[in-house]
Nanobody, 124 residues
């Protein structure tokens, strides 16, 4: 069992920045990939970014390329999402997810464990 807890969400003006953190505990050794997803009211949960834990390969949704950066701290089992140039359309609950199987997919159903989420609100 892997437990994930996100933090760092909040209210920010358009053009501002936030850094989200996700602390993993439990059997973290089994994790092959971790990712960030988001869900706005009335919308489906969508892929934001993912990282191959061991080698650090990163993947991004087109909507956040050039603005968001995913990274991890191997020693502390912590995942980060640096968000710059935030837009109102980035407003959503952001979730951290972990996957134990090989591969770094962008589909939410391919991930095994999820955190409770953290709210990010970007004002215009």
């Amino acid at each position: 069992q892997v437990q994930l807890v996100e933090s760092g969400g909040g209210l920010v003006q358009a053009g501002g920045s936030l850094r989200l953190s996700c602390v993993a505990s439990g059997r973290t050794f089994n994790n092959y990939a971790m990712g960030w997803f988001r869900q706005a009211p009335g919308k489906e949960r969508e892929f934001v970014a993912a990282i191959r834990w061991s080698r650090g390969n990163t993947y991004y949704a087109d909507s956040v390329k050039g603005r968001f950066t995913i990274s991890r701290d191997n020693n502390n089992d912590t995942l980060y999402l640096q968000m710059n140039s935030l837009k109102p359309e980035d407003t959503a609950v952001y979730y951290c997810a972990a996957r134990i199987r090989v591969g770094v997919p962008s589909t939410p159903s391919e991930y095994n464990n999820w955190g409770p989420g953290t709210q990010v609100t970007v004002s215009s």
